[in-house]
C-alpha cells in the first residue's frame, strides 16, 4: 500500500533522500478534505511529496478502522499522522521532516509536541510503547519551560508510563542536567522524572535539590528521594 514513509535511493554510491509519500483518507461529506487534497496535490507537483494515495473512507471503511481513523481529512506523511484540516505550509513542513531519515531526533519532538498539544496523548502512548526509545523525544518538552500546561501533562503521564523502565533510565544523564536548568518548572519535573526512574545512582542529584531555591523544587525532590526508597 502507498502513502509510507519516504526512503534513500544510491546514486553513484551516495546515499540520497527521497521526497516522502502521503496517504490521504477523506470522504465526499468533509467540508474541509477539498482543501487538503488540493493542498497535498501541489506538493508532489512540486516535488515536496513522492507519491499521494487517496481513498475515500466511504467506499472503503475497512481501511479507515485498520488504522484507527476517527475523522477525515487525515493525512500519513511518513510516520507522522496528522488529523483535520491543515495548510499547506503545515503539510510541506511536514513532508520536509519526514525526508529521509530526517524523522528522527527534533522530527519526532516536534510531533509528539503536536499531538500533546491536539489532546491525542493515547497516540504517543501507543507510538512510545511500540518504540521505548521514542521516550526520549519527549525531553524538549520537559526541557522548555513554556511548553503549554496540557502538553507538560501528557508528558508526564508518558514518562509515568515507563517508571523504573529501561527506556527511562537510559534518560538519566540529560535529565540530570536539566535537574540543573536556570527554570525552575523545568528542575521540578526532572526531579520528578529521577524519582520514576528508581535508580539509587540519582540520589545525590536529588539531595542537591533539596536546597534548591524554589520550593516546589525542594518538595518534589523529597518525594523522588522517598519514591527511591
Not at 182 to 198: E, H, P, T
Given at each position: 500500500?502507498?502513502?509510507?514513509?519516504?526512503?534513500?535511493?544510491?546514486?553513484?554510491?551516495?546515499?540520497?533522500?527521497t521526497?516522502?509519500?502521503?496517504l490521504?483518507?477523506?470522504?465526499?461529506?468533509?467540508?474541509?478534505?477539498?482543501?487538503?487534497?488540493?493542498?497535498?496535490?501541489?506538493?508532489?507537483?512540486?516535488?515536496?511529496?513522492?507519491?499521494?494515495?487517496v481513498?475515500?473512507?466511504?467506499?472503503?471503511?475497512?481501511?479507515?478502522?485498520?488504522?484507527?481513523?476517527?475523522?477525515?481529512?487525515?493525512?500519513?506523511?511518513?510516520?507522522?499522522?496528522?488529523?483535520?484540516?491543515?495548510?499547506?505550509?503545515?503539510?510541506?513542513?511536514?513532508?520536509?521532516?519526514?525526508?529521509?531519515?530526517?524523522?528522527?531526533?527534533d522530527?519526532?519532538?516536534?510531533?509528539?509536541?503536536t499531538?500533546?498539544?491536539?489532546?491525542?496523548?493515547?497516540?504517543?502512548?501507543?507510538?512510545?510503547?511500540?518504540?521505548?526509545?521514542?521516550?526520549?523525544?519527549?525531553?524538549p518538552?520537559?526541557?522548555?519551560?513554556?511548553?503549554?500546561?496540557?502538553?507538560?501533562?501528557?508528558?508526564?503521564?508518558?514518562f509515568?508510563?515507563?517508571?523504573?523502565g529501561?527506556?527511562?533510565r537510559?534518560?538519566?544523564?540529560?535529565?540530570?542536567?536539566?535537574?540543573?536548568?536556570?527554570?525552575?518548572?523545568?528542575?521540578?519535573?526532572?526531579?520528578?522524572?529521577?524519582?520514576?526512574?528508581?535508580?539509587?545512582?540519582?540520589?545525590?542529584?536529588?539531595?542537591?535539590?533539596?536546597?534548591?531555591?524554589?520550593?516546589a523544587?525542594?518538595?518534589?525532590?523529597?518525594?523522588?528521594?522517598?519514591e527511591?526508597?
Amino acid at each position: 500500500m502507498a502513502g509510507g514513509a519516504g526512503g534513500s535511493a544510491a546514486a553513484g554510491g551516495l546515499i540520497v533522500a527521497t521526497a516522502p509519500d502521503a496517504l490521504l483518507l477523506l470522504s465526499s461529506a468533509c467540508p474541509h478534505c477539498p482543501a487538503v487534497l488540493q493542498s497535498l496535490s501541489d506538493l508532489v507537483k512540486a516535488g515536496t511529496l513522492g507519491r499521494l494515495e487517496v481513498v475515500n473512507v466511504a467506499a472503503h471503511p475497512a481501511l479507515a478502522q485498520e488504522l484507527g481513523v476517527r475523522s477525515v481529512p487525515w493525512v500519513r506523511i511518513g510516520p507522522f499522522e496528522l488529523a483535520g484540516l491543515r495548510s499547506r505550509e503545515e503539510l510541506a513542513g511536514w513532508a520536509r521532516r519526514a525526508e529521509g531519515d530526517a524523522a528522527g531526533g527534533d522530527a519526532m519532538a516536534d510531533y509528539f509536541h503536536t499531538l500533546l498539544k491536539d489532546g491525542e496523548l493515547a497516540r504517543v502512548r501507543a507510538m512510545v510503547e511500540a518504540q521505548p526509545q521514542r521516550l526520549a523525544a519527549l525531553l524538549p518538552i520537559v526541557a522548555n519551560p513554556a511548553a503549554s500546561i496540557n502538553v507538560r501533562i501528557g508528558a508526564s503521564a508518558i514518562f509515568e508510563a515507563n517508571a523504573g523502565g529501561p527506556a527511562l533510565r537510559a534518560l538519566l544523564p540529560p535529565l540530570e542536567e536539566l535537574a540543573r536548568h536556570a527554570d525552575s518548572r523545568v528542575r521540578a519535573d526532572a526531579c520528578f522524572y529521577l524519582g520514576l526512574s528508581r535508580v539509587p545512582a540519582v540520589r545525590a542529584t536529588l539531595e542537591a535539590c533539596l536546597a534548591d531555591a524554589d520550593a516546589a523544587v525542594r518538595e518534589i525532590a523529597a518525594d523522588a528521594l522517598a519514591e527511591l526508597g
